[in-house]
């Protein structure tokens, strides 16, 4: 069944800022600003969905939205001065390229399964149980 008109738009929206966000992200110093900037990714998954519903689109605001909670609860931990799970590049790494994945299934209507699930265990492993159980070994980002 083909897009209508307006979920052609707001497919193309969708993807376009996502592989904005994957860019800012990657070229940003700052990890501070790498969070900031991966806001933006559930901030067009919210404005999807409301003009042009889809159940993928749903799924990946409410994962993004948590991915970035956990991002900024560690990086508000670390500016207290807590060190137990450090800031780790790799994270950041695995997330935009999650970011890319969830732009190209999107756009070419293939599963955002694969994508979703890198981006939120990238995102769980900076939490002090996802750290634990990657520090175990159990748990691969």
Known sequence: MPL???EEFFKNELVAELRR???????SPI???????????YGITS???RYSFSKDVLVADILLRAAYNMLLEQSNRMKTGE??????PTVIEKICN????LATSFESGESV????????????SQT???NYLKEKGEMGI
Do not use: C, H, M, W
């Open 4 to 6: 209508s008109q307006r």
């Open 21 to 27: 966000v994957e860019n800012l992200i990657r070229t």
């Open 31 to 41: 990890p501070e600003k790498k969070i900031y900037y991966f806001s933006g990714a």
């Open 47 to 49: 404005r999807t969905f």
């Open 83 to 88: 060190q137990t799970v450090a800031y780790d």
């Open 98 to 101: 999650g970011l890319n994945g």
């Open 113 to 124: 399964l694969g994508p979703l699930e890198t981006i939120i265990t990238a995102a769980f």
């Open 128 to 130: 002090g149980v996802g």
